[in-house]
């Protein structure tokens, strides 16, 4: 599996951002999808997780209530809506595959992803 992520940019504090990520090579069904994110002189850290049905997510506190993870399966395409971004979001945004069923807690290990996109910079001003 191949992903793409796009979408990332500069925007002001309180603004919103879509990112995407486009699967390819095979059919991303059966695969739960995850967003982590890497700020500057930190480790990559998740953000966001998406059962294989659509049917249940999971997000780090600091995003609860501004981000809304959601999937196409028959487009292959897996989205992060951004919203009241501040400047603490500023990082390169990652999506990931992990072909395993969908736990709470193992989509938050970032261990369990099988296959990374390449990452989309967000940078949110103050």
């Known amino acids: 599996v191949q992903l793409q992520a796009s979408g990332g940019g500069l925007v002001k504090a309180g603004g919103s951002l879509r990112l995407s990520c486009a699967a390819s090579?095979?059919?991303?069904?059966?695969?739960?999808l995850g967003w982590f994110r890497q700020g500057p002189g930190k480790e990559r850290e998740f953000v966001a997780a998406?059962?294989?049905?659509?049917?249940?997510?999971t997000y780090v506190d600091s995003v609860k209530g501004r981000f809304t993870v959601s999937r196409d399966n028959d487009k292959n395409m897996v989205y992060l809506q951004m919203d009241s971004l501040k400047p603490e979001d500023t990082a390169v945004y990652y999506c990931?595959?992990?072909?395993?069923?969908?736990?709470?807690?193992?989509?938050?290990?970032?261990?369990?992803?099988?296959?990374w996109g390449q990452g989309t910079l967000v940078t949110v001003s103050s």
């Open positions: 998406i059962s294989e049905s659509a049917d249940r997510s």
């Open positions: 990931a595959a992990d072909w395993t069923y969908y736990s709470a807690m193992s989509a938050r290990i970032r261990d369990n992803y099988d296959y």
């Open positions: 090579g095979r059919k991303i069904r059966t695969y739960v």
